[in-house]
């Protein structure tokens, strides 16, 4: 189990880990080892978050999503798989506790009588500015 939140635990079972070679520093080692995860964890499917904390996190993660909702996350920071794994969990950890909050409720609010006047006052001045634009009635003679 990954606790996420005191609400939210992930089973094991819903998150899976791949490993490929990763880039970046390491020599040798980098090119022989397996280093880089790639975690999926599929978000409609997934029987251990809430509705609203589901549509936030597909909405959340944005491109990290695929098609049928699969959030993957790849992670190759360090020379070790394991810390490469922690740090997988723990960015997925993140996404679904950012999705956990709520969003506050807009409070609506009204113009103050002074930014009212502050628009009025310019557009009253790029009326005269454009008005200084056109050119003199015509004389008639």
């Keep these: 189990m990954i606790r996420v939140t005191p609400d939210i635990s992930?089973?094991?079972d819903?998150?899976?880990?791949s490993f490929t070679r990763s880039s970046g520093p390491g020599?040798?080692?980098?090119?022989?080892t397996e280093t880089a995860v790639d975690l999926r964890f599929d978000i409609?499917?997934?029987?251990?978050?809430?509705?609203?904390?589901?549509r936030r996190l597909l909405r959340l993660a944005g491109r990290r999503v695929d098609q049928e909702g699969v959030l993957i996350?790849?992670?190759?920071?360090?020379?070790?798989?394991?810390?490469n794994i922690e740090e997988a969990i723990e960015r997925l950890c993140d996404l679904i506790r950012q999705a956990a909050q709520p969003p506050r409720p807009r409070r609506p609010t009204r113009p103050t009588r002074a930014s009212k006047?502050?628009?009025?006052?310019?557009?009253?001045?790029?009326?005269e500015t454009k008005a200084g634009r056109r050119p003199p009635p015509a004389a008639d003679a």
């Design 44 to 54: 409609r499917a997934s029987q251990a978050l809430p509705e609203g904390v589901r």
């Design 10 to 12: 992930l089973p094991d």
């Design 117 to 127: 006047e502050r628009r009025l006052t310019g557009k009253k001045a790029r009326g």
């Design 73 to 83: 996350i790849s992670a190759q920071s360090y020379r070790s798989r394991k810390r």
């Design 27 to 32: 020599g040798q080692h980098v090119n022989k």
């Design 14 to 17: 819903e998150v899976a880990l």
